[in-house]
T-cell receptor, first 111, second 111 residues
Framework: SQTIHQWPATLVQPVGSPLSLECTVEGTSNPNLYWYRQAAGRGLQLLFYSVGIGQISSEVPQNLSASRPQDRQFILSSKKLLLSDSGFYLC??????????FGAGTRLSVL | GQQLNQSPQSMFIQEGEDVSMNCTSSSIFNTWLWYKQEPGEGPVLLIALYKAGELTSNGRLTAQFGITRKDSFLNISASIPSDVGIYFCAGHPNRDDKIIFGKGTRLHILP
């Protein structure tokens, strides 16, 4: 069966520091991968998605970037965090199609 | 762009009551999905709907794919405390690899 792992679960970072969140999927190959951000009590905002290695689509201009160095690995990065980058970050995967399966999320607090 | 209007935004109900929530759009969707998110966790898929008019159950949950393909409904019967959470609808417009999420319905159950 397929599983998705996200880490870390919680992260507290100072403003101006770099960021790297990692997501990996097991038990499948060539998945679509997605990064979402969720502000407290709000909906899901799609940040990036990828349909293959090295292929990244950005949905919202921002301070973040994404990379897919391997088939089942998706990384969310920032060179310098802003206060507004705080939130709950969710990684999701999908077989070719539409149903998305989510990881447990990373709660990022930028202070 | 395409949007999903999910209502109500929040609900306060007594344990044992039935719950209804819905999602509407001005655009046609080919797949409707319902997710539940508990605090601090990623959304979990509850029900997937693939055909207009389809009615699908998962335990006490029942969801329907509207005949016009522009709406979907989720009902929860005889609510229990563990039903607390945020319920998201999502639709797939079948043109790309993304799905569109509603802003969620937050369900509270009063003791």
């Amino acid at each position: 069966s397929q599983t998705i792992h996200q880490w870390p679960a919680t992260l507290v970072q100072p403003v101006g520091s770099p960021l790297s969140l990692e997501c990996t999927v097991e038990g499948t190959s060539n998945p679509n991968l997605y990064w979402y951000r969720q502000a407290a009590g709000r909906g899901l905002q799609l940040l990036f998605y990828s349909v293959g290695i090295g292929q990244i689509s950005s949905e919202v201009p921002q301070n973040l970037s994404a990379s897919r160095p391997q088939d089942r690995q998706f990384i969310l990065s920032s060179k310098k965090l802003l206060l507004s980058d705080s939130g709950f970050y969710l990684c999701a995967w999908s077989p070719r199609g539409y149903i998305q399966y989510f990881g447990a999320g990373t709660r990022l607090s930028v202070l | 762009g395409q949007q999903l209007n999910q209502s109500p935004q929040s609900m306060f109900i007594q344990e044992g009551e039935d719950v209804s929530m819905n999602c509407t759009s001005s655009s046609i969707f080919n797949t409707w999905l319902w997710y539940k998110q508990e605090p601090g966790e990623g959304p979990v898929l509850l029900i997937a709907l693939y055909k207009a008019g389809e009615l699908t159950s998962n335990g006490r949950l029942t969801a329907q794919f509207g005949i016009t393909r522009k709406d979907s409904f989720l009902n929860i019967s005889a609510s229990i405390p563990s039903d607390v959470g945020i319920y998201f609808c999502a639709g797939h417009p079948n043109r790309d690899d993304k799905i569109i999420f509603g802003k969620g319905t937050r369900l509270h159950i009063l003791p």
